[in-house]
């Protein structure tokens, strides 16, 4: 898929599904998947862009996906009203930012996500 199809068929499953937030995306002859918001994912696409797939998905599996790629070092706790993520990244890796908390947000569960895998998420 290509450029104007490809916003059409966002658009559309997206206007069926406003709950769905996240983009998770990929290409048959590269070897990862990329997950991004939705409305940056379109603000950023290019005309000549190609994919060959992609799924929206909501704020509950990114959890889940983050979650799984985790392994145990990230959770979710409720303080003072406001869900909490708690991550801890793995043993000897270097990281972009020091922060361990941050609140839950979509953006949040990116950052962790992106962090995790050096920007390459492989299934």
Same mark, same amino acid.
């Not at 997206?14 to 990862?32: A, L, Q, T, V």
């Given at each position: 898929m290509?450029?104007?199809?490809? $916003?059409?068929?966002?658009?559309?499953e997206?206007?069926?599904?406003?709950? #769905?937030?996240f983009i998770?995306w990929? !290409?048959?002859?590269?070897?990862?998947?990329?997950?991004?918001?939705?409305?940056?994912f379109?603000d950023?696409?290019?005309?000549?862009?190609k994919?060959?797939g992609?799924?929206?998905?909501g704020?509950?599996?990114?959890?889940?996906t $983050?979650?799984?790629?985790?392994k145990?070092?990230?959770t979710k706790e409720? #303080?003072?009203g406001?869900?909490?993520? !708690?991550?801890?990244?793995?043993?000897g890796k270097?990281v972009e930012?020091?922060?361990r908390?941050y609140l839950?947000?979509?953006?949040s569960?990116l950052?962790i996500?992106d962090?995790?895998?050096?920007?390459n998420y492989?299934d």
């Amino acid at each position: 898929m290509k450029g104007y199809e490809l $916003v059409k068929q966002i658009r559309e499953e997206k206007g069926h599904h406003p709950e #769905r937030m996240f983009i998770k995306w990929w !290409r048959n002859e590269e070897d990862f998947i990329d997950f991004d918001l939705v409305s940056r994912f379109l603000d950023t696409l290019k005309e000549s862009s190609k994919i060959d797939g992609f799924e929206l998905i909501g704020q509950d599996e990114m959890w889940r996906t $983050v979650q799984a790629r985790c392994k145990g070092r990230v959770t979710k706790e409720q #303080r003072e009203g406001d869900w909490v993520l !708690r991550w801890t990244p793995p043993e000897g890796k270097e990281v972009e930012e020091k922060q361990r908390e941050y609140l839950y947000t979509p953006e949040s569960l990116l950052k962790i996500l992106d962090q995790e895998t050096n920007y390459n998420y492989v299934d």
